[in-house]
């Protein structure tokens, strides 16, 4: 089997899929894309497909090392996004041409179900209580939301009362019948930081997200040491190499590795690996569309370390499409009691829609996260 063509299509809300055609007529899906900068994700992904035709895709460790290493400058966000949504069409092909779903190939189920959880937006907390009544009605027990929005890098106690009674609120209105995962997207400061999550303790979220950004990851170890809450991060790292320096110097409890980020399943799967052998757990990252979904459950179905899949159900960036707008089997990825249980088709699992996806890919608008400034007009995180 050889490779015969690489096809893009940028989509709403802010995703692009990959098709890779072969010779045998079997083909792929892909989903490479990092928010807001599909165009050069799209470029990167027609580079490296040069050197993609007339090869088999069936030798993905080859292809993937030869995409990693074939290129002097290697890493971050774009090639590794490129790489990733590849990657994922390559195993998709693998699965289709031998006819099993590709958790098989990766050595089968080690588990029956994976619980995922759901975004609650809304600026106050009443809105926050409604959401979670309303997903809690559909199955969901399990939450996450923002911990805070902006966040001067010293900042007033009147915006961290504000960050607090929201959670306050939450934890009031439903006891512990639910928890709750507090993303702070590295949105605060390390001062602030240790400010916000002492006061945010007593309220038992399930796990703080991003307290700090990737970069100031020499703060996860210091953060970890001053609370019991288990610490979140990983969706802006890219590699092995950018994980195994936060494993080893510990502080992370859970690692949340992107699909479509962090060069695909083949690296995702070790990095997983890497993380169980620190006793570390894994929530990947997903907040992108059907197929980095798809690819995020054929891990979790085979890590033992696995203990939570996001999805954008309902989120608050699904502008213009919905998670299984562009699939044809969305009952394969329907959840029940909160659970998605293992796709059943060959491949990656997804029937995408092409003719749809053709058409939408015509007017795709070009998704960018907003711009925050501090009052001072200092630019603030977002
Ligand atoms: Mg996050």
């Known amino acids: 089997m050889k490779i015969t063509r690489l096809s ?22 892909g989903e490479p894309v ?9 470029a990167a992904v027609h580079e490296l497909g040069e050197m993609l035709i007339g090869q088999d895709p069936h030798r993905i460790n080859d292809l993937w090392q030869t995409m990693y290493r074939g290129a002097f400058y290697r890493g971050g966000p774009i090639l590794m996004s490129a790489i990733a949504g590849i990657d994922e069409a390559l195993w998709d092909i693998k699965g289709k041409a031998l006819g099993v779903p590709v958790y098989q190939l990766l050595g089968g189920l080690v588990r029956d179900k994976i619980k995922a959880y759901s ?20 199955g969901f027990d399990t939450f996450k939301l923002n911990g805070c929005e902006e966040m001067g890098i010293i900042d007033n106690i009147r915006k961290v009362d504000a960050a607090v009674a929201v959670v306050a609120e939450i934890r009031a209105a439903f006891g512990n019948t639910i928890e709750f995962g507090l993303d702070f997207h590295g949105r605060v400061s390390a001062p602030m930081a240790r400010v916000l999550i002492k006061e945010l303790e007593p309220h038992r979220p399930l796990f703080i997200e991003e307290p700090v950004l990737a970069e100031q ?40 590795p992107d699909l479509s980020h962090a060069g695909g399943l083949t690296e995702c799967h070790k990095i997983a690996a890497m993380a169980e052998a620190y006793d570390v757990a894994v929530a990947p990252h997903c907040p992108l569309g059907p197929i980095a979904l798809a690819s995020c459950l054929h891990l979790d179905f ?6 939570l899949q996001e999805q954008s ?29 293992p796709p059943t088709k060959p491949g990656l ?20 996260n907003p711009l925050w400034r501090y009052p001072d007009g200092a630019v603030a995180e977002w």
């Open 8 to 29: 893009t299509y940028r989509l709403a809300p802010r995703w692009m899929f990959l098709k890779i055609e072969t010779d045998e007529g079997i083909t792929g899906w």
């Open 34 to 42: 990092i928010e807001g900068r599909a165009r050069t994700v799209e």
């Open 119 to 138: 975004w609650v937006g809304g600026d106050r907390p009443a809105d926050v209580i409604a959401g979670i009544k309303t997903l809690q009605a559909t």
């Open 217 to 256: 990851a020499e703060y996860y170890p210091r953060l970890q040491a001053a609370t019991h809450i288990p610490i979140a991060a990983g969706e802006r790292m890219f590699s092995r190499f950018d994980f195994k320096r936060v494993l080893a110097e510990g502080g992370l409890g859970i690692v949340q």
């Open 302 to 307: 085979v890590a033992r370390n696995a203990v």
């Open 313 to 341: 159900m309902g989120i608050h960036y699904n502008k213009g499409a919905e998670l299984l707008d562009y699939v044809l089997n969305p009952q394969d990825f329907s959840m029940a009691d909160g659970h998605f249980r």
């Open 349 to 368: 699992g997804v029937e995408v829609n092409e003719a749809l996806v053709i058409e939408r890919s015509k007017s795709a608008p070009d998704w960018r």
